[in-house]
């Protein structure tokens, strides 16, 4: 038996949530791997899956949570024993696919990483799915050739869970980072992560007037989109690279395509969910290497299963600062 918030949804279309006590025999059987999950994180979809909001989720009942770190308990795939740390993110766990809100999991093997030696399965969901795509947005902008000589990078959204993260990186990495929020209070925190200098939501949040405005940025990693997606792209300096990483602001785009034509701007799409085991396995690698592991302890706040209702709702509004770390065993 595991203990599991379970979602579920009533025929005249109401949304609950529950904690359950479950029999092993109603994981999925597609899988091959069950882990003993440890922690598992908040993040904007599993605002979405708890409301019922977003068409996320298919089929009722459902245990959201889309990601989470613990040991494998039983392994029909020989790259895995029990006793192996194990992460996963992405693959729609959470989603299409029951997932870490509870304290076990059965997964394909396919879809898993082995924990890096230096990080706890609590410091891999402090990371969790939002670190992850940070650390991915960080990598591609350097793929295109951003360096810290070649100026300012822009976060928005830095106060979230994707911006916090990207923040802390660039700024061990050596970057001048620029944090935009919409929240003047969370100044002292953006600093205290690595932030150079705040930016008001406000000043990129306006329509769109000029295709091209100022060279500002260096580099960009967005995870707003919308409007303040479409103000970056014409502040970028030449040859620079936005990595969109969220559509908080709004799918559409009212951008030109000035600044790719004539300064050379790349639009970057970084999708964590269905990612080349190589690339998962590196950027894991370099969460370890890059991330100041000792400043995750200030981005985190700590929840249990109980808390996650409140927390999802409170995340869909905007108004969770930093990684919700939830300890499935509390």
């Given at each position: 038996?595991?203990?599991?918030?379970?979602?579920?949804?009533?025929?005249?279309?109401?949304?609950?949530?529950?904690?359950?006590?479950?029999?092993?025999?109603?994981?999925?059987?597609?899988?091959?791997?069950?882990?003993?999950?440890?922690?598992?994180?908040?993040?904007?979809?599993?605002?979405?899956?708890?409301?019922?909001?977003?068409?996320?989720?298919?089929?009722?009942?459902?245990?959201?949570g889309i990601d989470f770190a613990g040991v494998v308990e039983q392994s029909d795939d020989a790259r895995y024993n029990?006793?192996?740390?194990?992460?996963?993110?992405?693959?729609?766990v959470g989603e299409a696919w029951w997932g870490g809100y509870a304290q076990k999991a059965r997964v394909k093997a396919d879809w898993l990483v082995p924990l890096p030696k230096r990080l706890s399965t609590q410091q891999a969901m402090a990371v969790g799915t939002a670190g992850f795509t940070a650390m991915l947005a960080v990598m591609a902008l350097e793929d295109h050739g951003l360096s810290s000589e070649k100026g300012e990078?822009?976060?928005?959204?830095?106060?979230?869970?994707?911006?916090?993260?990207?923040?802390?990186?660039?700024?061990?990495?050596?970057?001048?980072?620029?944090?935009?929020?919409?929240?003047?209070?969370?100044?002292?925190?953006?600093?205290?992560?690595?932030?150079?200098?705040?930016?008001?939501r406000e000043e990129l949040n306006e329509t769109v007037k000029?295709?091209?405005?100022?060279?500002?940025?260096?580099?960009?990693?967005?995870?707003?989109?919308?409007?303040?997606?479409?103000?970056?792209?014409?502040?970028?300096?030449?040859?620079?690279?936005v990595a969109a990483v969220g559509l908080a602001g709004g799918a559409n785009l009212p951008a030109t395509?000035?600044?790719?034509?004539?300064?050379?701007?790349?639009?970057?799409?970084?999708?964590?969910?269905?990612q080349p085991f190589e690339n998962r396995q590196r950027a894991w690698q370099r969460v370890v290497s890059d991330l100041p592991l000792d400043k995750l302890e200030a981005i985190v706040q700590p929840a249990k299963l109980s808390d996650l209702p409140e927390l999802g709702a409170a995340i869909l509004k905007g108004s969770v600062q930093g990684r919700v770390v939830v300890d499935v065993n509390a």
């Open positions: 038996m595991f203990k599991a918030l379970v979602v579920d949804k009533s025929e005249d279309g109401v949304v609950t949530s529950a904690i359950q006590e479950l029999d092993d025999s109603r994981l999925p059987l597609d899988g091959n791997v069950t882990v003993a999950i440890e922690y598992s994180t908040v993040n904007y979809k599993d605002g979405l899956c708890l409301t019922g909001s977003g068409g996320l989720v298919r089929n009722y009942p459902h245990i959201p029990p006793g192996d740390k194990v992460i996963l993110t992405g693959w729609r990078v822009l976060v928005t959204g830095a106060a979230g869970g994707v911006g916090s993260v990207a923040t802390s990186i660039l700024a061990k990495l050596g970057y001048d980072v620029a944090g935009v929020t919409g929240r003047p209070e969370t100044a002292d925190y953006l600093k205290s992560i690595g932030a150079s200098r705040v930016v008001a000029r295709p091209l405005e100022s060279e500002t940025w260096a580099g960009c990693i967005d995870a707003v989109g919308g409007n303040m997606l479409a103000r970056v792209l014409g502040q970028m300096k030449y040859g620079g690279s395509v000035i600044p790719f034509l004539l300064r050379g701007v790349n639009l970057l799409g970084i999708d964590s969910v269905m």
